[in-house]
């Protein structure tokens, strides 16, 4: 099993920053590295989006339109952490931002974090 654990979620004003971390943890790690990790949101009442997502190599790198220019990923070269920066945060970033990893290539995400809230006030 691997976990995720979401921090950096919280209160801003608009035109704001904050910057998300993804901690993965557990023994399959150990066996199956992380092959990419994405972050996705859910604002209340809206489906799941995309955010952004890329390769834990650093190969490939995507965002969606809505955050492009605005979020930017990175990771921690030796490590399993990695964060979304958010900057210029709108409104309508508001929702529940979760990461997730894929341990093999694959159209699916293997591993869920618990989740956590930004809230953007205008």
């Known amino acids: 099993q691997v976990q995720l654990v979401e921090s950096g979620g919280g209160l801003v004003q608009v035109g704001g920053s904050l910057r998300l971390s993804c901690a993965a943890s557990g023994r399959t790690l150990s066996i199956y590295p992380i092959y990419a990790m994405g972050w996705f949101r859910q604002a209340p009442g809206k489906e799941r989006e995309f955010v952004a997502g890329?390769?834990?190599?650093?190969?490939?790198?995507k965002y969606g339109d809505s955050v492009t220019g605005r979020f930017t990923l990175s990771r921690d070269q030796a490590g399993n952490t990695g964060y979304l920066q958010m900057n210029s945060l709108k409104p309508e970033d508001t929702a529940v931002y979760y990461c997730a990893v894929k341990v093999r290539k694959s159209d699916s995400w293997d591993y869920w974090g618990q989740g956590t809230q930004v809230t953007v006030s205008s």
């Open positions: 890329r390769m834990w190599s650093g190969s490939s790198t």
